[in-house]
């Protein structure tokens, strides 16, 4: 039997509606009907199992049974921090954080970053992760924020227990993950790279510089990367 279709609502109740997006999604791609029943979420890592009791012309009404705690999410939190990307690569790189378990993506500018943000393009990256979340059956969706410079994007992981800063001008072979426990910040940056002066201030803000190989990696394959093998070197993948 398949499971059951998974919507995000922002605020749970016993008998709601789904919002008009997600009513169109389960009507008119899903077919969804009277007495069928789906999941809900609403990213605070409980799961709601629900049955749908009416649909209407432009509406989906369900009716919520039970409720549990979520056994998918990570024993670890991960932030990512990542500069600004062109084009659509900054939204593959919160899709597939999202999906390997991220708690948290930063987005941030720096000196050589050339693409921008703006209020438009950070709603777009918060859709990405709660529809990722949604199809990795997920329970929460990571938190996504925009920091305008690198130095303000670095201070919001001065709390981690582990700061990673990879940069491709370390020489392969240095530092290592080492043993990663309850907390990881892990900052990329973006197509320009980083500066000697933005890695220092990096290094003084208590970041450990980190090398990811010999290879020069695109931006968005060295974020997803990183974020693998955090989340292995974590357990979470095994």
Known sequence: MAAPKRFYVEQIADDMTLSAEESRHAKNVLRLSEGDEVTLFDGSGREYSAVVDHVARDAVHVHVVREAVSD???GICVTLLIGALKGDKTELVVQKATELGVTRVGVFSSRYCAAYMNENKLERLRRVAREAAKQCLRATVPEVVYYESLEEALRAGEDSRN???????LPAGGEGLGRLQDSVCAV??????FSEEEYET??????????LGRRILRAETAAIALASVIMYAAGELQ
């Not at 700061?163 to 001008?169: D, I, Q, R, S, Y």
């Not at 990329?188 to 790279?193: A, F, L, P, Q, T």
Request: charged share 25%; with cysteine.
């Open 72 to 74: 998918r999410e990570p």
């Open 163 to 169: 700061k990673l800063f990879a940069c491709e001008f």
């Open 188 to 193: 990329v940056g973006s197509e320009g790279g």
């Open 202 to 211: 990096a290094r003084r803000l208590g970041y450990a510089g980190i090398s």
